[in-house]
């Protein structure tokens, strides 16, 4: 009996979002969901991402508006990116710093449970 893989759901915060925007792409496994929260698409990823033009998996994407660290265009630039390697996107933006705010984990909750 053959071993089958599960597919695998990903979630990080800021350089944990990049490991999990990115690390899939590096193997070959089963990727069902991945949420990505004040993270980013590292340098090359995208060009990465952009060779496999058909990706797909489901993503979520949380970012605040005054994020000092990362900012802001990053998230943006990765649903663009995400969206034209087929992926389904959603996205929520707000009005806060370097982390998760109500909605992005009210978001985040919708987007794993429901």
């Known amino acids: 009996m053959a071993l ?7 979630i990080g915060f800021s350089q944990g979002a990049a490991l999990a ?23 090359g990823g995208s060009q990465l991402l952009e ?3 058909r990706r797909g998996g489901d993503f979520y994407i ?14 943006r630039e990765a649903v663009r990116l995400l969206e034209k390697a087929n992926a389904n996107v959603s996205y929520c933006e707000e ?3 370097h982390k998760t705010g109500p909605q992005g ?6 987007f794993f449970f429901q």
């Open 95 to 97: 009005n806060v710093g």
């Open 21 to 43: 925007l990115t690390y899939p792409l590096f193997i070959r496994i089963s990727q069902e969901k991945t949420a990505v929260l004040s993270g980013f698409i590292p340098i």
């Open 105 to 110: 984990f009210k978001g985040l909750r919708q």
């Open 51 to 53: 060779s496999q033009a």
């Open 4 to 10: 089958q893989p599960s597919p695998i759901h990903w």
């Open 62 to 75: 949380s970012h605040g508006t005054q994020d000092d660290m990362i900012p802001v265009a990053r998230a």
